[in-house]
């Protein structure tokens, strides 16, 4: 079986920090994998078995190609990085849109087609199920547990207040709802193994669109203005060496709301 | 017409001058924008909870509801999907504000299936051309939502926290890089869709009021294959509804201030939540989980012990009126976002606090 599972590349939120008048700090931010996609990933080469193939691909500048190179060295046997310059600005839709065609010449022919919940920059955690509509296939969110079963597979949802537990067609997509939060180390091996690997580059020609149907101008919103969040919150600073006065000061403010 | 040659004939005047752009047709008072979108209103999915006799409407649609009036000069569209028990909830989403109300009762449809239900409001949007379709931002509405989008091929803005109108467009806000930056989204095409995180309208009053109800037929869409489904049922508190919120998190090093947290939250009417780690120690279940991985809440107070404050967790809290912090450590992020920081061991807080409110309360009585 071949399963195709789609990653991103994404500053270290982790990492991130406030200066003092609480905008971001993004200089020197690390980038990695999205630990959401890093999951799925894992999950995917856990339920690999002999013959199996497990296809990464990621849209993104060139540098992304380090995310894949992870993939790699975590036991991904095939890579791509789907990467022009015209991809850059791209909203859901555009992403969408260019997986899509990504996947359609590529990999037409996976079994299933697996993505994280979320990438923890953007968290909007809609590109796996614009996907699925485009390519006509169903979608398994929040997937928990997934398992083969005969000619397909077996996935437990969990949407919060209940439960649930599909059968999965092959083609289908399947979103994993969990992150590992100690994330997962390439073994020597892998990295070693990964060395001889190359990641295959593919443009927007390759994957045939065009101009008007990628990126800003394929996009289908617009960021009309952004601002730093208000940073309406008082900011007072206390170091107690009392508990029991750092006690009294909560007491009395909850006693203002009681 | 084959000697009708760029315009130059005056056998009719249909094609214009060429060297006369302006000249029209005659009866023909000015350029219509043809790609011009007639679409107007708004369409909300009513989001329904339980069976059977218990069912509801989710808060979410509720605010949904009660602020589509507001935005928009046009009719107010609800849709939703059900058997006969959803006949109940009908006075209650016309007292809302619904004016024409679409009933999907397709056997196929009575359970969530993301793909039909996709498909069969396409096929409404098709039909009442909304120029707004907003959405919860629930786990059904955030996997429901981009799927319309896409079989319609349009925008979607997600987990939006304000809505302005200009006309019939929306301004949609949502906060990005975990609440620290806030984007204002137009969507280039309509229908403009949103899904919108619950709270960010004031729910409606309740009444009862009449409108006109549709069954709307469909059939087709993706069929699914559900084996089985069961509730699950956590403790039936939930912490988006809290007050007081008393939240831990890593700094919490010993297992036993759990209790004392929960005692202290009795005692104050409020709740314990936490942050993604204690979850992931298995100390706490998710339901309890503030973050961007959890849930969103809004309390009047949330107090954080031994959280370290990333940003996936203050995206979780931006909603509360106002924040505590309670960290040993002095440059831990929470401190820059908090109206109150004490640096302190949470532990030795929560202790005093326990005790201090055991005293309080003896003493009255």
């Known amino acids: 079986m071949r399963f195709a599972v789609a990653v991103k590349q994404v500053p270290d939120t982790m990492e991130m920090s406030v200066d003092e008048n609480g905008s971001l700090v993004r200089a020197g931010v690390p980038s990695i994998l999205n630990p959401y996609d890093e999951y799925a990933l894992t999950r995917m080469l856990e339920m690999r078995s002999e013959g199996d193939e497990v296809i990464v691909f990621t849209m993104g500048p060139p540098q992304a190609r380090d995310a894949l190179v992870k993939c790699l060295e975590l036991g991904a046997d095939e890579a791509y990085l789907i990467t022009d310059r015209a991809f850059a600005g791209a909203d859901v839709w555009a992403t969408a849109r260019a997986l899509t065609a990504f996947i359609l010449k590529f990999v037409p022919d996976a079994d299933l087609y697996v993505f994280g919940r979320q990438a923890i920059d953007g968290d909007t955690g809609q590109v796996p199920y614009e996907v699925a509509a485009q390519l006509g296939v169903q979608q398994f969110a929040y997937t928990e547990e997934l398992t083969r079963d005969g000619d397909g597979f077996i996935a437990v949802q969990d949407y919060g207040d209940t439960r649930r537990t599909c059968r999965v067609p092959r083609g289908s997509v399947v979103s994993f709802g969990a992150v590992d939060p100690n994330g997962s180390l390439p073994t020597i091996s892998g990295y070693l193994r990964a060395r001889g690997m190359e990641v295959r580059e593919v443009d927007r020609v390759a994957i045939g669109l065009g101009v008007y149907s990628v990126g800003l101008k394929g996009s289908m919103t617009k960021i009309v203005s952004t601002r730093t969040s208000s940073g309406s919150r008082r900011n007072r600073k206390v170091e107690i060496n009392d508990p029991a006065v750092g006690a009294g000061f909560i007491v009395k403010e909850l006693e203002a709301v009681r | ?365």
């Not at chain 2, 809290?242 to 036993?256: E, P, V, Y």
């Not at chain 2, 005692?267 to 959890?294: A, D, F, N, T, Y």
């Not at chain 2, 912090?325 to 401190?335: C, G, L, Q, T």
């Open chain 2, 1 to 365: 017409m084959s000697d009708c040659s760029g315009g130059s004939c005056s056998s009719c005047s249909s094609c214009g001058s060429s060297d006369d752009p302006d000249r029209l047709p005659p009866g023909m008072l000015k350029v219509y924008d043809l790609n011009q979108s007639t679409a107007d209103g708004v369409l909300v999915w009513i989001e329904t909870e339980g069976f059977g006799e218990d069912l509801r409407m989710a808060d979410v649609s509720a605010e949904l509801l009660g602020a589509a009036r507001g935005l928009s000069d046009g009719r107010v569209f609800g849709v939703v999907f059900g058997g006969q028990e959803v006949k109940a909830l009908y006075p209650r989403i016309f007292g809302y504000g619904v004016d024409t109300l679409y009933h999907v009762r397709e056997r196929d449809l009575e359970v969530y299936r993301p793909e039909g239900y996709a498909s069969c409001i396409v096929s409404l949007i098709k039909r009442i051309e909304p120029a707004t379709v907003l959405i919860g931002a629930t786990s059904r509405g955030r996997e429901l939502a981009p799927r319309i989008a896409s079989e319609l091929g349009t925008g979607l803005t997600a987990d939006c926290t304000g809505l302005t109108a200009d006309g019939r467009r929306i301004v949609m806000t949502r906060p990005a890089f975990g609440g620290n930056l806030v984007a204002d989204i137009e969507c280039l095409r309509f229908p403009q869709m949103a899904t919108v995180r619950p709270g960010t309208f004031p729910m409606p009053e309740a009444r009862d009021g009449t409108g006109t109800a549709i069954y709307w037929q469909f059939s087709g869409g993706l069929s699914k294959e559900i084996m089985f489904e069961e509730t699950v049922t956590e403790s039936g508190e939930d912490i988006r509804d809290a007050r007081i919120l008393i939240s831990l998190g890593d700094g919490i090093r010993d297992r036993s201030l759990i209790d004392v947290a929960e005692s202290v939250a009795r005692k104050v009417g409020g709740m314990v939540s936490c942050s993604r780690s204690l979850v992931e120690k298995g100390w706490m279940p998710r339901s309890r989980q503030v973050g961007m991985s959890g849930r969103t809440v809004a309390p009047e107070v949330y107090i954080a012990f031994g959280i370290s404050g990333a940003v996936q967790h203050r995206a979780g809290i931006s909603g509360a009126h106002k924040v505590i912090a309670v960290n040993s450590d002095p440059d831990a992020p929470i401190h820059h976002y908090a109206d109150l920081s004490l640096i302190a061991d949470a532990g030795d807080i929560l202790r005093e606090m326990d005790r201090a409110l055991r005293g309080s309360r003896s003493g009255k009585q």
